[in-house]
């Protein structure tokens, strides 16, 4: 009585294991007819392993004092800050970093570098900060600067700089700071800084400057801090600077300036400090300082001036030292 029970019991099983491999054969057409880019994984950017030799945080890659001769190529394309500081690169070629969109800052500086392609920046649009000193560069092309119109600080300090092209800050409309310290720089081009409406401090001090053109400082409506320091300027006009109406502190010490004029009668109300120290001077006309009413600093020392006991001039509450 027992038996057609057991059969009737493995034949459900049989179909039930026969049911499953039908069921499973279904599944297996399906994923194998599903085409494959439904379970890829979403495009975009890879991120490339460290290249030898430096050390990543995130998005910055360091490569610093390892003799590179030239960029690393394994550099991820998400990059952000990218430091090639103290190293021996010597040129920069056309599109040199044209594969790092996301660049924000670049560090160049303490390289032998000479010679900088004029498209060496292209492709590198994002870039706010950029760091060229301590190299051996004695020439820029007009458009080298061309491709980075967001740069808010450019350092080319401690090159070899003799000149400045016409247009070589064409574009640099948001720049807040230029650094240009120790070159070789005899002159400044009319205008050169014209478009850089923005920029708030500007060095040009240790280099061989002797005079300045009335439009030198085209522009520059809110420059801040301007230092021409340890220059070869004998004799300084006032009148060169009336278009600096933000202009808070003017460093002139360390040249050889024997005359200090005002020029045509103008206020210059900005102006809280003059670093005249170390320079020739053996006189001042008091109304030199008359179109300075609200100057409180007031660096003299180390001149041939006689010592004042008195101030020979109306400064409002200066402080002489």
């Known amino acids: 009585m027992q038996q057609p029970a057991v059969k009737q019991q493995r034949r459900g099983r049989r179909h039930c294991a026969?049911?499953?491999?039908?069921?499973?054969?279904?599944?297996?057409?399906?994923?194998?007819?599903?085409?494959?880019?439904?379970?890829?994984?979403?495009?975009?950017?890879?991120?490339?392993?460290?290249?030898?030799?430096?050390?990543?945080?995130?998005?910055?890659?360091?490569?610093?004092?390892?003799?590179f001769r030239d960029v690393p190529r394994n550099v991820s394309v998400t990059t952000q800050g990218l430091s090639?500081?103290?190293?021996?690169?010597?040129?920069?070629?056309?599109?040199?970093?044209?594969?790092?969109?996301?660049?924000?800052?670049?560090?160049?500086?303490?390289?032998?570098?000479?010679?900088?392609?004029?498209?060496?920046?292209?492709?590198?649009?994002?870039?706010?900060?950029?760091?060229?000193?301590?190299n051996k560069i004695t020439l820029l092309k007009n458009n080298t600067f061309h491709d980075v119109p967001n740069l808010r600080n450019l350092d080319l300090s401690y090159n070899k700089l003799q000149v400045l092209q016409p247009s070589q800050f064409v574009g640099l409309r948001k720049l807040l700071s230029l650094h240009l310290r120790s070159n070789s720089l005899k002159t400044i081009p009319m205008k050169v800084f014209l478009e850089c409406r923005n920029l708030e401090f500007l060095d040009i001090g240790y280099n061989r400057l002797r005079s300045l053109t009335r439009?030198?400082?085209?522009?520059?409506?809110?420059?801040?801090?301007?230092?021409?320091?340890?220059?070869?300027?004998?004799?300084?006009?006032?009148a060169h600077f009336p278009r600096l109406t933000?202009?808070?502190?003017?460093?002139?010490?360390?040249?050889?300036?024997?005359?200090?004029?005002?020029?045509?009668?103008?206020?210059?109300?900005?102006?809280?400090?003059?670093?005249?120290?170390?320079?020739?001077?053996?006189?001042?006309?008091?109304?030199?300082f008359q179109c300075l009413p609200n100057l409180q600093t007031l660096n003299l020392d180390s001149t041939n001036l006689p010592t004042f006991h008195s101030r020979p001039w109306t400064l409002g509450s200066p402080s002489l030292r």
């Open 84 to 134: 090639l500081r103290y190293n021996s690169l010597m040129n920069l070629r056309s599109h040199q970093f044209a594969g790092l969109g996301q660049l924000v800052w670049l560090y160049l500086d303490h390289n032998y570098i000479t010679a900088v392609d004029g498209q060496a920046f292209h492709g590198i649009r994002r870039l706010k900060e950029l760091i060229l000193s301590s």
């Open 246 to 288: 933000n202009l808070r502190a003017l460093y002139l010490q360390w040249n050889r300036i024997k005359l200090l004029t005002q020029g045509a009668p103008w206020m210059w109300t900005s102006l809280q400090k003059l670093d005249l120290s170390g320079n020739e001077l053996q006189e001042l006309d008091s109304s030199t």
């Open 18 to 67: 026969n049911m499953g491999l039908a069921v499973l054969f279904r599944w297996l057409v399906f994923i194998l007819a599903v085409p494959t880019w439904l379970f890829a994984a979403p495009s975009g950017p890879r991120e490339r392993p460290c290249p030898l030799s430096c050390r990543c945080d995130g998005k910055i890659i360091y490569c610093e004092s390892n003799a």
């Open 215 to 238: 439009n030198a400082f085209a522009g520059l409506l809110k420059l801040v801090e301007l230092h021409l320091e340890h220059n070869q300027f004998s004799k300084i006009n006032l």
